[in-house]
């Protein structure tokens, strides 16, 4: 294929991509440094968060990269929503969301969620472990966690995903992230709301 030939066809592409609304992202250094660090997310297994102590002190065990990616902020949503359907890091993009996200986070977890019945017991729960310590981070509600007093409301113990979905349905419309005043530094979360990055 001769050089005019490629630009040709490379222009075609340039033209149908802007006609048709695709976002080309422009690729920046730090683009790049999100898909790299995303991508160690494969070769770092996570354990998962677990509670340490009483009152609910949360572990979260975050690799290498999935710090990077929190310190990074608000810059790494889009392409971790891209991987809620990857089974292999879904807990991982959860649980990072839940630091970097915002209001366009919260229903594609929450689908997130209710696609982990699908998956290994043991990933299960940690999905849904993940996705109730994120969107209870995002959105600061009484869904499974009572705010500030680290009672659990055990009303969806086998599918949290079904809870989280019916608050969505109430919240969808008016919710937005800027518009939280209450503090996610919960007194009896020790370890618990300090993971986000969200302004």
């Not at 902020?73 to 970097?100: E, N």
């Amino acid at each position: 294929m001769t050089a005019t030939r490629s630009f040709i066809i490379f222009a075609i592409f340039i033209i149908l991509a802007t006609n048709s609304g695709v976002n080309c992202a422009p690729l920046t250094p730090q683009n790049d440094q999100i898909v790299q660090l995303i991508q160690a997310l494969y070769t770092h297994p996570w354990p998962g968060a677990e509670i340490v102590g009483t009152p609910m002190t949360w572990a979260f065990h975050f690799t290498a990269p999935m710090q990077a990616l929190l310190e990074i902020g608000p810059a790494a949503q889009q392409p971790l929503l891209a991987k809620l359907f990857d089974t292999r890091i879904v807990d991982q993009a959860i649980i990072l969301l839940g630091g970097v996200g915002d209001e366009r986070s919260v229903g594609p977890m929450i689908l997130a969620m209710q696609r982990a019945s699908a998956l290994p017991e043991e990933q299960r729960k940690r999905t849904l472990q993940a996705g109730n310590v994120a969107l209870t981070n995002i959105t600061v509600a009484d869904v499974i966690w009572h705010h500030g007093g680290g009672i659990i409301l055990d009303r969806c113990p086998d599918d949290p995903g079904r809870c989280w979905a019916a608050w969505w349905e109430q919240h969808k419309a008016t919710f937005r992230v800027r518009d939280i005043t209450q503090s996610r530094r919960y007194s009896n979360y020790p370890n618990y709301g300090i993971y986000h990055n969200l302004k």
